[in-house]
């Protein structure tokens, strides 16, 4: 239990796709057992991948940022505004990294709060002021106290899956077999794990943007200055503006556990984006300033 302010809606969210993903992917097994596939040995090369991502999703993350963990001495004033959080919100100190990146952006990751590091980018620290960067840090820490970096991280491989299965399938020859009297087994795999992917990337998208507006709310509540936090937001995106797309699309990847997305264009519906709009997160922390200050 930490400070931050509860959120039963992301809590039930979280449970509901978990739930979801875990029917649908009982059902893909289901299906490739029917039709004859050596779905054991798959599962257990899913399952070991899935261990390994969960539990070295902060160096795996940290690694593919080229991000590297500081200091206090390296970074005072960084680990300054961290401990402070951390203090206030009464949960673990995470690591502390900093990734040498011009693109201004901020992610949390690792499996629970006593494994968790929370990484900025240089471009961030160069842009922001004091107060915005505590806003931009309070938001990562929500994640890590609400557990949801743990969730994306598993629900975000689940979606890889399909994709190992499929490649397993053709590559081992079954592809090219055929049912009795039947179609290609192939192309019933194909189908089936096109689905699979397709139902797992909208549930995840959903999760992922419903918890950047908890974040954005039990980061503003637990600092009182929700103002602070819409100052970031609208610089970071302003700046990203003006970043080459050749660099942004060097970190797209990241997108689901980055503050604001890397890569972010009008023309992309929002069904498929991983952050609500800017104006949604503006307007939800205008009315908490709006709140607080009624109180």
Known sequence: MTRFEPDRGLTGRMVATMFLLGLLYVAFMAVLIAVGTQAIVVAVIAVGFLLAQYFLSDRIALFAMHGREVSPQEAPELHGVIDRLSALADMPKPRVAIADSDVPNAFATGRNQKNAVVCVTTGLLRRLEPEELEGVLAHELSHVAHRDVAVMTIASFLGVLAGLITRFTLYSGLGRSRNQNGPPIGLIILLVSGIVYAVSFLL????????????????????????????????????????????????????????????????????????????????????????????
């Not at 602070?228 to 970043?243: P, Q, Y």
């Not at 990241?254 to 997160?281: E, G, K, M, Q, W």
């Open 204 to 295: 995840t998208r959903l999760l992922s943007r419903y918890r950047e507006l908890a974040a954005d709310r039990a980061g503003a509540l637990l600092t009182q200055r929700p103002s602070a936090l819409a100052s970031a937001l609208t610089k970071v995106n302003g700046e990203i503006a003006r970043i080459p797309t050749r660099d942004l699309r060097a970190n797209q990847a990241f997108n689901a556990f980055f503050f604001v997305p890397a890569l972010s264009r009008a023309s992309i519906a929002t069904l498929f984006a991983t952050h609500p709009p800017l104006d949604r997160r503006l307007e939800q922390l205008a009315r908490i300033s709006a709140e607080l200050g009624r109180r």
